[in-house]
């Protein structure tokens, strides 16, 4: 279980682990940019915030949203009032601020379960984002940082190890803040979360090193990259994958079909008598028997994609597959399926998915579990074939005639199946 976990965090934080690896080569090249060049480059953050927004608003990203404000308002102020040197009292004093105010937020923002947006909900959320910002920005247009200076505490003045620029306190925050993060990254095992979590430790970075040129328009552009990375991947998660299996969905299999070409056969999938599972244990358990042939359908069907059609059935694509090696795999995937014993889950049911391996090998029909097989029909396209949704209308009859023969099964269309026996009374 730990390991496990521990491999689906690493995976959705590869995507911001590379980019931080990658800064450093591109913060090496930004040297060699010309004024005007090094100027436009200063333009992305604006840029990519805006897109940012408009995206964030229109797929119901409301962590990521606020994370975008968070991120620009922290550039445009640095652009705006910290172009100088931080041996100004007034510079010091709102570089010490918002070195400690960005974490916090950033804290803030990693509490907020993700629950789409509402107007409601940008006027709860936003003020406070933005309004820690703006009360700064008018400090510094007021002149009033400098009389601060002298009421600072020593924890914002104190460097917590030099030569880096942030505070004791700051470092305090953002410590918390990534902490908080990556233990709410290990229940929840989202995008959203991996993308907080390397957001927080590059702007940590980039505060860090201040000193270095260019270090906050690189930062905040690899950010807000992430960002978008992010909001495009769920985005697409959400039109093309089925949520409750995680396989693709029925949009992603047209898309499939439209590039496989002229020389590929198609199954199609029924759980048997899935009704019965929902009619006798209920609808939890028939997500389970769902979860379940998913998760088979995916190890056993190897070389092939699996998706979900719908209800109970599903699709499997064999792509430059006649229906000789098709079924193959078919049978392999139903005798996958049929051989894993189903235990309704209860409360003694093993969190651990080794246990579970454990505690289902021990016999080979443990008491408590039920059996779960699936009938298969195949199709191979042909020149007779007009497009893929005849060769899906064609699978589904030799998936309607295994269910004729006696269910738990697999038929394809091309290949003659066994005479049956006339049974002779007298």
Known sequence: MLRYNLQKMFKLMLPGIILMLLAPLIHSQLQNLSFIQQQLFSYLPP??????VILCVSFNQGRLLLTTVNLLCLFLLIQNQLQTSLSQPSNFVLFSCISLLFPLLQLFIN???????????????????????????????KGLLTDWFSELPMGLIQMFSDPYLLSQWSIS???????LGLIILWFRATLADACLVIITLAIATMLALFSESSISVLSCTLGLILILFTVLFNSYSMAFIDELTGLPGRRALENTLRSAGRHYTLGMVDIDHF?????????????QVLKMVASQMKQAARGASVFRYGGEEFTIVFKRMDEIRAIEIAEKVRTTIEAYPMRIRDKNRPGDEK????QRSRSARPEGT???TVSIGLCEKTPQHKDS???IKQADEALYLAKQQGRNRAIACHIAQPRRRKVVTS
């Open 47 to 52: 840029l990519l915030g805006g897109l940012s």
């Open 370 to 372: 039920t059996e779960v």
């Open 111 to 141: 509490f907020i379960p993700e629950r789409g947006l509402s107007t409601r909900w940008l006027i709860r959320h936003l003020p406070l984002i933005i309004g820690g910002y703006l009360l700064f920005w008018i400090a510094a247009q």
């Open 355 to 358: 246990q579970g391996r454990r």
């Open 173 to 179: 925050a953002f410590a918390t803040a990534t902490l």
């Open 389 to 391: 949704q005849a060769v």
């Open 275 to 287: 009704k019965q599972f929902n009619d006798t244990y209920g609808h939890d358990v028939g997500d």
